[in-house]
Every structure is written in C-alpha cells, then in structure tokens.
C-alpha cells in the first residue's frame, strides 16, 4: 500500500512540475507590492476575478486516481483459493477486512428502523406531545449548555437539528474560534497575499470547475478562495501526515534544484489538490459565514476525515476499503444487479467512484449532504459513505436491471438530488433480507 501510495505521489508531483516548466510558471515566486495590494483589497471579492486558466489542468481527477487503486494487488496474497468466488467480480482485489451486512447492523445500530431519526418523519422514543425535533433539539442544546464533546457525537448519530448543527460540529471536532485563531488565520490570509503558488491556479480553476457551476454552492465563491488558498498555505496541516500512509510532496529552492540543504515541502500543507478538492469545502458555507470559523471547521474536517479519501491505506475509513465495502455490499444484497452491470460493462465503482471521494458533496441536496455529514462525525467513520453508495444502486435496482451500457447505467444515476439519505440507509441496512 505505501509503495502505491509513493508511486501515484511521484506521478503527481511530476505533473505539477511539468506544468511549472511547460508553463514557465514558478511553483511560488514573492508578490510585487503593488500585486500585494490589489489583492488585500479585493480579498472579499475575488469570485469577481477573471484569470486566464485556460492553460492550467487539474493534476489529477478522481477517474485516474481510481486506475491506481485498481491496480493494486498484495504479492503475498494467495488467490488460487478463491477461484469462483464473488470477490472475483469486482474491480478492487485488494483482500483487505471490511465488514459484512451483519457486523454493519451491529455497527450502525443507532440506525435501526425502531430509532428515530432526524430526517425521516418518525416520532418514536420521543416523549408524548413532543416532536421528535425539538426533543433532539433540546438534548443538543443541553449539549452544548454543557460543552460535551462526547455527548454531542453520539446525539448527532441521529442528525443535528439544523438550528445547532455548526455550533455541534464545532464541539465534536473541538474546533474554536479563539483570538489565537483568529490570529493565525490572519498570519495565513498575510501569507497568501505576500506570496502567489502554482497552486493557486489550481484551486481557481477548481472552484472555476464545480463549485462555480453548481447551483447550491456558486454564491460562496469569494468564500471558497479565501479557505482554500489559505488552507495551502497552513504547516499545522502537515502533522496529520504522522497518522497519514502519504508523505507531503518536497521541492527544492529555486535555483537549488538537487541540494538537500534546500528541499521544502510544497505547497506548504503538503496537500497538491486535484479536481473536486474545493467541494470538501462548500457544504460548510451553509453552516459558517466567519471565514475564520469556516476554515477550522473545514480544517478538522480534512486532516480527520477527508485526506483518507484520496490517500492509498489499510484503513477502514481509506477510500481502499471503502471501495471493497462497496462492492462487497453489492454482491451480497443484490448479486444479480452486480453481475449484470459487470457483464454490459458498467462495472458499479466506475460509477460510485465519485461519490465517494468527494463524500457525495455536489451530488446530494445540501440538506440531505448534511445529514449524512452529521453521521460521519457521530460514528467517526467514513464507513457509512460506502453504505451509501450501495444503498443508492439498490434503490434503482429495477432500471438498473434494464440497461445496456455504461452511459445508460450513468444516465439512470446521474441525478442523486431528490434522493433522501436516511431512509435508504435504513432500508438497505435493517429492512432487506440478505
């Protein structure tokens, strides 16, 4: 797995430097004064900007990075056992151990269909003449009255009223808006104006991409910048790498090229982001409008959560096993729909493969994203993304049965936005018999 992982991250380093060099733009230079402030007085503006990027190119996609996880195969691992077996139909062949149906019952049992749930119109285990709403709306607020972090995860298991929900998820990922943040913040915005990255492009023509053009989020741009380009700028970030199977990408001095003494870490959070990244960002808008606030949030979120969904591991949450689960989940609920898609050619991941790296962000209504959200905080896991995905193919289970080709297996779930997250979850999860 690490030696994958060292691979695809020379790959994308060497993208970056040939884009420097085909270019002629350096991977950081120091802004003239007078550049420094046109951007210090637009910084609340920048969505008004119009760059030419029409040179820049994501570094990678979400498509490209999936032909390496499916490459990936153990040389220790023996297959001649497995002749036959359904593990043989998916396009992960990675033996990594992820649970089945009834170890994810156990799991998410706080799912179960006699539980009530934020999201679903159901009125049980609340007391008499109460919604179920504002009896979660009172157990959260005493939540927060008592600043009990553990407490706040395991209520928002069941969805956070949206009244409470930033203030919960502040809590749960202990995330402040102290002076010393506040403070550090403004050492990064000063950081972003006093020195332009390569990267930068990329994260304009990212948000450009997607954020931009999709109809919830568009408004947040200047938003966006402001977070993402901070974001590059922030070495606090290169401590989750001790708990990371990626090693931050290092370049050399200008002029220095092949010196020890002068190899640094770029960008300076160690994280080259790829097309998509800024849709970690924009459902956060919705919760945070102190761009402060906005980037500790979002922060936490990454370097607990989000830097597995494009990172080569073994861990359970990694984008590895979450694939595997996924197909896994498949197989088993619905076989006949797996070996279908598989024979014409639309093999399922091709098409979750999206959804999952980016956490369904841009595919789900905002609301519905959020409460989705909500149960990855309160499990502490990305396992229920991969629960998702499969929950969404077993939903369309009888068109999927129809179709002929991959396009027309896309074009039956290319629109996920009328989709309500917690009853398919629990349907597939507690009402199919396996």
């Not at 691979?7 to 802004?31: H, Q, Y």
């Not at 609340?44 to 900007?49: A, L, R, W, Y």
């Not at 928002?156 to 808006?177: D, F, H, K, V, Y």
Request: charged share 20%; proline share 5%; aromatic share 12%.
């Amino acid at each position: 797995m690490r030696e994958a992982q060292a691979g695809w991250e020379r790959r994308i380093l060497k993208s970056l430097n040939s884009m420097s060099t085909e270019l002629g733009v350096p991977l950081a230079r120091k802004r003239p004064a007078p550049e420094q402030k046109e951007l210090s007085n637009k910084w609340n503006e920048m969505g008004t900007d119009e760059p030419d990027l029409s040179q820049f190119r994501p570094v990678y996609a979400p498509k490209d990075f999936l032909e390496v996880l499916i490459s990936l195969r153990n040389p220790n691992h023996d297959r001649s056992e497995e002749v036959g077996a359904q593990s043989q139909w998916g396009l992960i062949q990675v033996p990594l151990n992820v649970q089945d149906v009834a170890q994810m019952r156990e799991a998410f049992a706080d799912l179960a269909l006699n539980i009530g749930q934020l999201g679903i119109d159901d009125h049980t285990h609340v007391p008499a003449g109460m919604e179920l709403s504002d009896f979660l709306f009172h157990q959260h607020f005493y939540t927060l009255t008592t600043q009990d972090s553990a407490a706040a995860q395991q209520y928002s298991r069941q969805g956070c009223p949206t009244g409470l929900r930033a203030e919960l998820w502040a809590l749960i990922l202990n995330s402040t808006n102290e002076p010393e943040d506040i403070l550090n913040y403004d050492q990064l915005k000063a950081g972003v104006i006093q020195y332009d990255l390569l990267v930068d492009n990329l994260i304009y023509k990212d948000v450009k991409l997607t954020a931009s053009n999709d109809d919830y989020y568009f408004v947040f741009e200047d938003f966006l910048y402001q977070v993402l380009l901070c974001f590059s700028r922030d070495t606090t970030v290169l401590e989750h790498f001790s708990y990371n199977s990626a090693t931050p990408p290092k370049s050399y001095i200008q002029g220095k090229a092949g010196e020890e003494d002068y190899v640094v870490v770029y960008p300076p959070n160690g994280v080259i982001p790829f097309h998509g990244f800024s849709m970690y960002v924009a459902p956060l808008c919705f919760l945070y409008n102190e761009p402060c606030k906005l980037y500790s949030v979002f922060k936490e979120m990454y370097i607990r959560y989000f830097f597995r969904l494009h990172s080569i591991s073994s861990s359970p949450s990694g984008i590895v096993s979450l694939c595997l689960q996924f197909e896994r989940l498949l197989q088993t609920h619905l076989p006949q729909l797996f070996y279908h898609l598989r024979e014409i050619g639309a093999q399922p991941l091709r098409i979750a493969f999206k959804w999952m790296v980016r956490a369904f962000s841009g595919y789900l209504s905002t609301d519905q994203l959020l409460l989705l959200w909500d149960r990855i905080l309160g499990y502490d896991s990305l396992e229920i993304v991969a629960v998702l995905a499969a929950a969404v193919f077993a939903f369309r289970a009888e068109n999927l049965m129809e179709v002929t080709s991959l396009s027309s297996a896309e074009a039956v779930l290319a629109d996920l936005s009328t989709l309500k997250v917690m009853p398919l979850l629990q349907i597939f999860l507690f009402a199919t018999v396996i």
